[in-house]
């Protein structure tokens, strides 16, 4: 049977209803590519959105408005410029490994203005499984911001957890919360520091399987159709409160990193399919090729994608990843086999706990094995079982190498990356036509590199600049 993917008019039409049309059917403008390219009349995105009376509040005051079958959106929380360079100079030191970037500096790197930060809640259409989900996700702003500013879609990137996500950034209501490593989404907070303290509004998606509304689902983790609707849903949600609001986007810019950069790749190829202008993408520590991505992954040989027999061996957290990976794609494309076809015996019982709780007790620490250890013996150079087959060619297929892109994209790679070795970097590079850019960070690690993308300059980057600087330039 042949999927269709969800059009971006789903708020407009109902969920429902745009399922049922096929895309070359569809009469008169679609919603979302209105929204996206410019400012919707007030009256249609009221109605589409579920945002009419009840949520007038919106702008007036800090009520939650509760629409029906629709987006609705938090209380704002404000947090000051001070508390935000105070949080990323703590934090800073996490991010900095192997301190290839100097501490911190609130004078070259300080938020300009105080932000405002709101919990994102809409529904998403799963073209997989054809399920309705609630979604949630986070819209940051420049707090007292009037009239127009440019708007970043931030994809963040693996979690290895179900609630580590963009929106739970509004526990910063609590004045003495403290977001900390591995409980907090600290990539995030730091985009926001550098991005929204500067004059971007920002939009994110928690992802499906992930958040407040997760109920037990799981993750879509390199499940293509599935992270793009999501993706386009959250965004003009936070389009739509943005206009409630009174606010307006002039240019889109993308932002995403490790998992979030694959996502950034695919959705900015969906955005240029249906004519939807970005003016710039940033990427960093981007996977590409998936097949050869987690060929590496699981090689018993460190070094194996680079030149350099030293490169740093595949960190024992790859591990999990994988059995995210295999339980995402058992799930969404109903490989039910899979984790018995692709995973060793011994290891089995720990996978499926894993992959059901998430849970890094000291029972999995003890049990879990090197990524090398995991599959079944001959996974990537025979066939093992149909199963597997189908597994892999799902993942060649949902590769993100080969695109012409409109619009520049550029890839923020490390030298020194243990997850990603700059071999696997290149390809893009050569075959994505003049808009695609490459950076390298000199001794990065995967979170250095993140970290550089933002925070770095100079030698490090080869004199590349910030996304920051990057996107304001592209403007």
């Not at 004078?107 to 529904?123: I, M, N, W």
């Not at 998936?290 to 070094?303: C, F, H, I, N, T």
């Not at 149909?386 to 949902?398: K, Q, V």
Request: positive net charge.
């Amino acid at each position: 049977m042949k999927r269709r993917m969800i059009g971006l008019d789903t708020l407009v039409a109902g969920p429902e209803e745009a399922l049922a049309r096929p895309m070359a059917k569809l009469t008169g403008p679609e919603f979302g590519s209105a929204a996206l390219a410019g400012r919707p009349s007030r009256r249609r995105l009221l109605a589409s959105a579920g945002l009419g009376a009840a949520a007038v509040s919106f702008s007036a005051g800090p009520a939650i408005a509760q629409p029906r079958d629709g987006a609705s959106l938090g209380r704002p929380v404000r947090v000051s410029k001070d508390r935000l360079d105070a949080l990323a100079a703590k934090l800073h030191a996490v991010f900095n490994e192997h301190n290839i970037l100097p501490p911190f500096s609130a004078e070259k790197h300080g938020a300009r203005v105080d932000v405002e930060l709101r919990r994102l809640t809409t529904y998403t259409r799963v073209p997989e499984t054809v399920e309705r989900v609630k979604v949630s996700g986070l819209l940051a702003l420049p707090a007292d911001h009037k009239g127009a500013l440019p708007v970043v879609s931030w994809q963040h990137g693996t979690i290895l957890s179900f609630d580590q996500v963009p929106s739970n950034l509004v526990r910063l209501a609590d004045p003495n919360y403290e977001p900390r490593d591995n409980v907090d989404s600290i990539e995030t907070l730091f985009n926001v520091q550098r991005l929204v303290g500067n004059g971007f509004a920002l939009i994110a998606a928690d992802y499906l399987g992930k958040g407040p509304y997760r109920q037990g689902r799981g993750e879509a983790y390199a499940v293509k159709d599935a992270t793009v609707q999501c993706c386009l849903d959250v965004l003009n949600a936070g389009l739509l409160a943005l206009d409630h609001l009174g606010l307006r986007k002039t240019e889109l810019f993308l932002n995403g990193w490790s998992q979030g950069a694959l996502n950034t790749q695919w959705l900015g190829q969906e955005l240029q399919r249906r004519r939807v202008a970005v003016a710039a993408s940033a990427t960093q520590s981007p996977f590409n090729n998936l097949a050869d991505s987690m060929r590496y992954w699981v090689s018993a040989e460190p070094g194996s994608a680079s030149t350099d027999s030293t490169y740093p061996k595949q960190p024992i957290w790859i591990t999990p990843c994988v059995i995210v990976l295999l339980g995402s794609y058992r799930q969404y494309y109903r490989l039910g086999d899979l984790f018995k076809t692709a995973i060793k015996p011994q290891h089995l019982a720990l996978a499926e706990k894993y992959w059901a709780d998430y849970s890094m007790d000291e029972t999995f620490s003890k049990s879990v094995p090197q990524p090398s250890d995991l599959l079944v013996d001959g996974f990537f150079e025979r066939f093992t079982h149909e199963t597997n087959s189908r597994f892999l060619r799902r993942l060649a297929g949902n590769s993100s190498t080969y695109w012409d892109y409109d619009a520049p994209m550029r890839f923020y790679y490390g030298l020194l990356d243990e997850a990603l070795p700059p071999s696997l970097v290149k390809m893009p590079l050569a075959a994505d036509g003049r808009f695609a850019q490459g950076t390298a960070v000199t001794g990065a690690s995967h979170r250095g590199t993140f970290l550089a993308s933002l925070y770095g300059g100079g030698d490090v980057m080869g004199g590349a600049s910030t996304v920051l600087d990057f996107f304001k330039t592209s403007s």
